[in-house]
């Protein structure tokens, strides 16, 4: 069965900081993976997914097959960039979402 | 474009009584999830509905069903309400298109309480 890790439950790092968010995941197949986060009083919503590349809100994510990872980094972090974010895994065509347990980043000022 | 909207946003059942919850997606989209999500165990998917069919399942057990509805609403009950069903039930859709470049856009969710 698939998993996801992300072994760090509470972030800090001052603002304009490299921030890293650690992911692991384990699952025999190809998988789509994905970051999630939940701005407070906001709803969960997606931030960036594998499979499109793509650098969104200065966040980039690689997937490495070999380490089985996909951390999430950004250079330099803002105090808005503060949320609940959640690694996730789907398998194949499902739209079936394996959650990580999440990590509360805080940026300080 | 309006959102995912769940209602109630919260309850609070008794041991034993039964609860239903109702989603009402994005306009469009034909896909409908549902994932509780409690402090201990986080986010766990529960199945997901495409065209009134229930398409994929998540290890719970069979108190929990759902259904969707023809205009792509869905609701879910749990029966038999116990103490550890307390949670955030959250629901989710997606488009559910053809290609492989998806998300889920999550509602605010429906807060149970059960004493």
């Known amino acids: 069965a698939q998993r996801v890790t992300q072994p760090e439950k509470l972030l800090s790092v001052f603002k304009g900081a490299p921030v890293e968010l650690k992911c692991n995941y384990s699952?025999?197949?190809?998988?789509?993976l994905f970051w999630y986060v939940q701005y407070s009083r906001q709803r969960l919503q997606l931030l960036l997914r594998h499979i499109s590349r793509e650098s969104i809100k200065g966040f980039t994510a690689d997937l490495n097959k070999g380490e089985t990872s996909f951390h999430l980094k950004k250079p330099f972090a803002q105090e808005e960039d503060s949320a609940m974010y959640y690694c996730?895994?789907?398998?194949?065509?499902?739209?079936?979402?394996?959650f990580g347990s999440g990590t509360q980043l805080t940026v300080l000022p | 474009k309006a959102g995912v909207t769940q209602t109630p946003r919260y309850l609070i059942k008794t041991r034993g009584q039964q609860v239903t919850l109702s989603c009402s997606p994005i306009s469009g989209h034909r896909s409908v999830s549902w994932y509780q999500q409690t402090p201990g165990q986080g986010l766990q998917f529960l199945f997901e509905?495409?065209?009134?069919?229930?398409?994929n399942k998540g290890n719970f057990p069979g108190r929990f069903s759902g259904r969707q509805f023809s205009n792509s609403r869905s609701e879910m009950n749990v029966s038999t309400l116990e103490l550890g069903d307390s949670a955030l039930y959250l629901c989710?859709?997606?488009?559910?298109?053809?290609?492989?470049?998806?998300?889920?856009?999550f509602g605010e969710g429906s807060r149970l309480t059960v004493l």
């Open positions: 699952y025999s197949g190809s998988p789509e």
């Open positions: 989710a859709s997606s488009s559910r298109g053809g290609g492989t470049v998806w998300e889920l856009f």
């Open positions: 509905y495409f065209s009134e069919t229930q398409r």
């Open positions: 996730a895994l789907s398998e194949g065509s499902a739209r079936q979402l394996t």
